[in-house]
């Protein structure tokens, strides 16, 4: 089943008190090397037909307008998977 | 600057209310082709330094034994991205 896959993460400039918790965790667990840790959202929009050039323009809307809150997030990538 | 992105999907045969919260949504503003949504985590692990194949065996353990909960949880994806 074809799917859509919107990916939305905290902007760049952005504190994410849930991604420094778990990268603070992996360096108490020795993971000194990972230098920071950012988590943000994967949604996958499935499709019970084939997908269209149009569809993946309306998931870029999607994304940008109703899956992500501008002020604070990026959608990083909107790509489909068979 | 290198990371290693990290995906966590609810598992398949489990319920997804946020998902489904997000389709009722999309069905009532519309966009009836779309069929379930499902909505998962996406995780950077950042590097200061090149990323090695010992660096993403680590990552996927990571992602297995500590980002994502095996009871209900699958890593759907672990990759590098520079």
């Known amino acids: ?4 896959i919107v990916e939305v ?4 400039d952005l504190l994410d008190p849930q991604g420094k918790a778990v990268a603070n ?5 020795g993971n000194k090397d990972i230098s920071a ?6 949604i996958e929009l499935h499709f019970d037909r084939e997908v ?9 809307k999607i994304g940008e307008d109703f ?5 604070i997030e ?4 909107v790509v489909v998977e068979n």
Chains 1, 2 share one sequence.
């Open 74 to 77: 990026d959608v990083v990538n």
């Open 37 to 42: 840790v950012r988590i943000g959202k994967r």
């Open 9 to 12: 993460m905290p902007k760049a």
């Open 52 to 60: 269209t050039d149009a569809d993946l323009a309306a998931a870029r």
């Open 25 to 29: 965790a992996l360096h108490r667990s």
């Open 67 to 71: 899956l992500s809150n501008a002020v």
């Open 1 to 4: 089943m074809p799917k859509i």
